[in-house]
């Protein structure tokens, strides 16, 4: 079977979240930015010690996404079904409806609104973002919000999103795999089986995918090859 081919990845433990539930990843210059589904928090950590050098509130609600977009943090405000657009200081510039608001996908067996998940900015006018229940992930304008394209989310839980360059990384947590995706096709390029913690945010920094887990607070790093 395939799944004895996949290499064993080392996971590196770096520290635990100041939040009660960090739910998204977004690796930047200054550090990491995490939202926090348990206080709908925005946090700046560092990255090596894990201490705060930002922690706002936000009007976000049990979120699960966060990315930078030039000086403005959009976040997947999951369950009232909303992607917000905040200042650094965590004020809310405006939000809107996330894209696939009537794609259900017959995988999906969670509550039937819209559930948007992991964010990633392409450094440029798109950004991606995992949603359920149409269990895809979504290429949108960041000014028209005009879908652009949009490929299946191999496993039923998606959330983090990271890209490297050349391929989407997507943390599944109901399977513990992390799969790169090519992303027109949505044709699985590689795989990381994560037995344990939960795998909930995703993000690339340095050549390590970094993700955190909700229920212990862990934030861990896995080096690419």
């Known amino acids: 079977r395939h799944n004895e081919e996949i290499a064993v990845h080392k996971i590196e433990d770096m520290w635990i979240t100041p939040g009660p539930r960090p739910n998204g990843l977004q690796a930047s210059e200054e550090g990491l930015w995490v939202i926090d589904a348990g206080n709908n928090h925005v946090y700046l950590l560092d990255y090596e010690t894990g201490q705060p050098h930002v922690d706002v509130e936000t009007e976000t609600y049990k979120s699960s996404g966060i ?11 999951t369950h009232n079904s909303r992607i917000y657009r905040l200042e650094k200081d965590g004020s809310t510039i405006e939000y809107f409806d996330p894209p ?3 794609d259900v996908d017959p995988r999906d067996s969670g509550p039937d ?13 798109t950004v991606w973002v995992s949603v359920k229940p149409a269990l895809r992930n979504y290429l949108f304008d960041i000014s028209t919000r ?5 490929i299946p989310t191999p496993g039923v839980a998606p959330h983090g999103l990271a890209w490297d360059g050349e391929g989407l990384w997507c943390a599944d947590r109901a399977s513990g795999t992390i799969h790169k995706l090519e992303p027109s096709s949505g044709v699985v390029m590689d795989e990381i ?3 344990e913690p939960e795998l909930h945010g995703l993000t690339i920094h340095e050549n390590y995918l970094w993700f955190c887990c909700d229920p212990s607070r862990r934030v861990c790093r896995i080096q690419l090859d």
């Open 67 to 77: 990315t930078a977009i030039r000086e403005e943090l959009w976040v997947s405000s």
């Open 100 to 102: 696939g608001l009537n």
């Open 113 to 125: 609104y819209i559930r948007p998940h992991g964010l990633e900015w392409m450094n440029n006018s």
């Open 146 to 150: 005009r879908i652009i394209k949009s």
């Open 193 to 195: 089986k994560v037995q």
